[in-house]
């Protein structure tokens, strides 16, 4: 092998010279790759990310690391996790115009993904803890997981594009593996990467972890994610894989991306959204929430409510795949047929959907990766009584998602277990 | 290229120069190929099949053409729809063994499989049409249809080895679209490729074509077959896919393999069953068929039965994959949340597999590929009435299919359809 291909991480002080021949970085950052201005951020579990600025502008240089950098060497995960990323970067784009940073350089040897530097945008996750009000979040997300959802999937690409893209992203093992382990399977039992807190939780996680219905549910939800490939999936779309501002939306790091169910992605957001919800109680000292929790309930109807709405109009006007042809339904005059259909499907992922956001609630208080929203509650009983309403909440959605009909009454539900007027 | 990579079709003439450097094929005919005695017997739609005889025994030459042997040149169908019959071969050997032929040789560029010639072994098929009893058959394709779907899902493989097959059978592009075309849709509207019994079963086929709930079901049943990549399928598993002998069952010819739902293989044996039963009023004339249909009723029992005990023994021995782990259930002393999830598995197979099986029986009396079990009743009002009595029952298991709890009333519906008892 070439000295070329060998993989070498980057550093501030070795960027400037590994990335300086760039014609695309000297345009956009300063022709003198000496003047670059150089700073490690990464403060994600597994890459580094660089910030690299001079005088034209700014980019963000992502490099994966042949591990995983949270818990080291001993965690190996492949360098290829960003070959899937920029694939999933460049179809959201296409997909989505607008909603994912911009891709400048891509090098599948070094791991390197080159891309827009967002700014002044922050983690979506960190402005929900810090109580703020975003007026866009809703109909951004909900439009977003519309269009990649329906425009990556047979109801709209050539059978042939999709199955190869399938076969492309079937590649991309580990990092589903981490979410078929730490997701669906760890948190249901004693699994050594598990931690929650304690003593507060002990006694409902016993009883969660004795739970049948829940547990095969759970496994039920796993063999919908490892087995129905419906469309190219985000795989991670949580409140952290998003970056806002007042004015704008950007969702990143898309590298666990995978063909799966298209109620992961929509469930997963609003699971997050409802977790930043019983979180808030955690963060009033800083202030009164009292205007969080109807905004957080406003965006997880939000994010539905226009992802029904776009999701109905691509149907209507884009359903050009091998699903549910025309040439059955509106080409014979029966357009009622293709609505029947259509109220079918949204029916299977608002099942399905319901069943994800309850999961993705117990993995991220029982397993390895906790959320920030409940992190960050320093007082231990604080955080050990949002998170049991939010783990309870979340055994509801997951063991009775074929007769939950509607978010209204969910968001009673979730009011009052977050007040505690039932336990 | 060189030479020896370009296709070239093989005949009786040049067969034995072709392959008689092989010392596998040598030692199975005889170590002269000279004296081999070649005959091509492709009474398939796809392939050229030769049987090849010598002092020493016999095999069977499978060799693809470049297009579809039924229609000709201007259907053109690529070759290595043979790599993925040779794949699904030695997966299904080893999954079921003794239950497919045996592989002697493949030959990737020339598309050609070397395999035993089951003697003296006929198409099941035929043997139903000649009004045959096989006392095996039920078992041995209920064993078949549980071993080949348990063991090639995340219920028995590694996440890993899965995904690789996934991503290799996803290439088989061509052949899935012949199903989803030809099966899903073209049935239940005006395809070029359709035929029917006419002018007898004109009133019936216009009324099934303006049937919503039929239409819708068939394209959420199509649906599921392309996004359900459960397990690695047969594909093609009729009745015409079946050999047999009172004492054997050798299941062929499954080239169109891929990773699909496990109720697809299931579904369309037992309406390859069905359609028997419907078709046997059709061939009185050569006897009476009194015995036929309790034995046909029977072995579609049977079949179900066999699959869903051995499905069953090998969830409680076998489930070594990532799904429904026994860390979450068994190993806690929850053996009540394995035989849960079980059941819930074996049911939604059950659900799907009725669905499956109502489409089957349409496209094959409406579409491009007919079955000879109609075919061959010469009387067109006998046979439409046959074929109208199956379009019936395949349209109440698509439709009623989540309502439909047992094969014994379905055997009372097709008893008072095939008697003319009810329209």
């Not at 042939?160 to 580990?174: G, S």
Request: proline residues 4%; negative net charge; contains cysteine.
């Amino acid at each position: 092998m070439a000295d070329a291909e060998a993989f070498v991480a980057l550093t501030p002080e070795t960027l400037p010279t590994k990335l300086g021949g760039l014609d695309v970085l000297k345009t956009r950052i300063g022709s003198d790759p000496s003047a670059w201005r150089v700073r490690e951020v990464g403060d994600g579990n597994l890459n580094l990310v660089f910030i690299v600025e001079g005088p034209a502008g700014a980019v963000i240089v992502k490099q994966a690391l042949p591990y995983v950098r949270l818990v080291g060497e001993s965690w190996p995960l492949p360098l290829k996790r960003s070959y899937f990323e920029y694939n999933a970067l460049i179809r959201q784009a296409d997909r989505d115009p607008g909603m994912v940073p911009e891709v400048f350089h891509f090098d599948r040897a070094q791991a390197i993904v080159v891309m827009e530097f967002l700014n002044p945008h922050i983690i979506l996750r960190q402005a929900l803890i810090k109580g703020e009000i975003l007026p866009k979040i809703g109909k951004d997300l909900g439009r977003f997981a519309a269009r990649t959802l329906f425009r990556g999937s047979d109801l709209s690409m050539s059978a042939r594009a999709r199955k190869e893209d399938l076969a492309l992203f079937a590649d991309n093992v580990e990092l589903c593996d981490i979410t078929e382990n730490l997701v669906f399977s760890d948190p249901y039992f004693e699994a050594e990467l598990n931690r929650h807190t304690s003593p507060q939780l002990d006694g409902l996680v016993a009883e969660l972890r004795a739970d049948r219905d829940l547990k095969v549910e759970a496994q039920a939800l796993k063999h919908l994610f490892v087995a129905k490939a419906e469309t190219l999936l985000h795989g991670d779309l949580h409140t952290g894989s998003i970056m806002v501002t007042k004015d704008d939306t950007k969702v990143i790091d898309p590298e666990f991306a995978f063909y799966g169910p298209m109620a992961l992605d929509v469930g997963m957001m609003l699971s997050n959204f409802w977790m930043s919800y019983f979180s808030q109680r955690g963060h009033e000292e800083s202030g009164s929430r009292d205007e969080m929790r109807p905004f957080l309930i406003g965006v997880i109807d939000e994010i539905w409510e226009t992802f029904v709405a776009e999701f109905s109009h691509l149907w209507r006007t884009e359903r050009t795949g091998i699903l549910y042809q025309r040439a059955l339904f509106e080409d014979r005059g029966d357009t009622l047929g293709a609505e029947q259909a259509l109220a079918r499907v949204l029916g299977d992922i608002w099942t399905d959907m319901l069943g994800f956001a309850g999961i993705e609630m117990h993995r991220r208080i029982l397993g390895l990766a906790h959320n920030a929203d409940f992190e960050t509650i320093a007082d231990l009983d604080l955080r050990g009584s949002c998170e049991a309403a939010a783990l309870k909440f979340g055994r509801h959605l997951a063991v009775n998602r074929r007769s939950i009909t509607s978010l209204s009454a969910l968001a009673g539900l979730a009011e009052r277990l977050d007040r505690g007027d039932i336990q």
